[in-house]
């Protein structure tokens, strides 16, 4: 099946797509990348979503408006992407996300994705998979993180135990033990050639074993800081060169490093409802001491992303993994992945294009494959990873009528 999946994320760079051919089902899942690409938001949409993301008050009617202009956003970038390649299938649209709140002991999670699966559909004129994260928040799950059963089917090892960390906008993981002596040891890495990955063909890791959380930050608070610094004259560090100019304050991330959310024990998920504007202009105060210039603030948040990885799996994981895979926006920063590999150093970094798969794509195909489960009636969740008391459906099928 041809699928086509598409995400925005929490930092609200625009919208990948990835056109993907699937087959198997779980052990035996085999996914195959035809094309990807990014489409950015038009600067004054993207501007509105990370205003309402920020918690800017919205009319329903505004809200609607927005819904719309999204999907028709995410639509267009499926059409421009399949224009030239095999028919598709499928859609598989995990919207962009403005709002999430976690489950306490006494209610439900809460996530709100934009970009309605219904007009997808509608405009696209294909079968199309939305609102992934309602069904596992409906049994006490996070809603979050979703990619990890797929990290479980391509990215698990003989004998590594592996980290999958994701820098987007907020970080996430997915630990993978050893799956055992299902292929030969040596087969390390996938040719970097090769588009096309495969489960092991007989076995899985133990789902018990598997762990998933977010870490905390990934970029958005770097982001963040380099829009205010720059007077709003750049919106990212490009390759972390200014940060790298820097030199951080150690102090500082140790006092950061005691916030709540990182001594929270898993499950666990957050996102910019916390690691927000106002949680860096309390970091820009805690600055005001020290008299850092702006790169070496730069070089303090970074170290912050850098350091609340280590001390999460320091504290959280059953052992040190042997690697950790990079993937998302921030595997692109050079500064920020040596400030990774400083932090864990009994542990290999590399990224998942190493391994054979994209590591700006991978949400992308993650979600073509949720959207592929869900169409085949294949549970997506890991309640191992989010909690939720029991596997479930991911996703609301919108038809073409």
């Not at 970097?192 to 092991?200: E, I, K, Q, T």
């Not at 004259?233 to 950061?256: H, M, R, S």
Request: hydrophobic residues 40%.
């Amino acid at each position: 099946m041809n699928v086509i999946g598409l995400i925005s994320g929490t930092s609200v760079d625009g919208i990948d797509a990835a056109l993907v051919s699937i087959s198997g089902s779980t052990t035996d899942l085999s996914v195959d990348l035809i094309a990807a690409d990014t489409y950015p938001y038009p600067e004054q949409l993207r501007s509105q979503i990370l205003s309402v993301c920020g918690g800017a008050p919205l009319a329903m009617v505004d809200l609607a408006t927005l819904d719309d202009a999204i999907a028709h956003h995410f639509a267009q970038a499926a059409l421009t992407l399949q224009s030239k390649f095999p028919a598709v299938d499928l859609i598989g649209s995990h919207g962009q996300t403005v709002y999430h709140r976690p489950p306490t002991p006494d209610s439900l999670g809460y996530s709100l994705q934009l970009g309605r699966g219904s007009l997808i559909a509608h405009l696209t004129h294909l079968p199309t998979v939305s609102n992934f994260r309602a069904a596992d928040i409906a049994v006490g799950g996070q809603g979050a993180p979703l990619v990890s059963p797929i990290d479980v089917c391509l990215l698990s090892h003989p004998t590594y135990h592996r980290c999958i960390q994701n820098l987007g906008g907020i970080g996430n993981l997915t630990y993978l033990p050893p799956i055992g002596n299902s292929r030969e040891p040596d087969q390390d890495f996938p040719p970097n050639s090769s588009p096309s990955w495969a489960a092991p063909a007989s076995r899985l890791p133990n789902s018990a074993a598997i762990q998933g959380w977010d870490t905390g930050p990934g970029n958005a608070l770097l982001d963040l800081a380099v829009y205010r610094l720059s007077q709003g004259q750049q919106t990212f560090d490009q390759d972390g060169t200014w940060a790298a100019q820097g030199t951080p304050c150690l102090a500082l991330v140790e006092q950061w490093l005691q916030q709540d959310y990182f001594q929270q024990p898993p499950p666990k998920s957050t996102g910019r409802e916390l690691f927000s504007a106002d949680y860096l202009d309390r970091c820009l105060q805690d600055a005001a001491a020290y008299s850092l210039s702006a790169a070496d603030i730069l070089a303090t948040l970074t170290e912050l992303t850098a350091a609340s990885i280590a001390h999460s799996y320091q504290t959280f994981l059953p052992q040190m993994p042997d690697q950790v895979l990079l993937c998302g926006g921030g595997s692109r920063n050079p500064y920020l992945r040596q400030r990774i590999q400083a932090n864990l150093p009994s542990t290999t970094v590399h990224t998942t294009d190493e391994m054979g798969l994209s590591a700006d794509f991978k949400e992308a195909i993650s979600f073509a494959v949720l959207a592929y489960w869900r169409y085949c009636n294949i549970p997506g969740n890991l309640p191992e990873v989010t909690g939720a008391r029991r596997s479930m459906l991911l996703g609301e099928i919108h038809l073409v009528t």
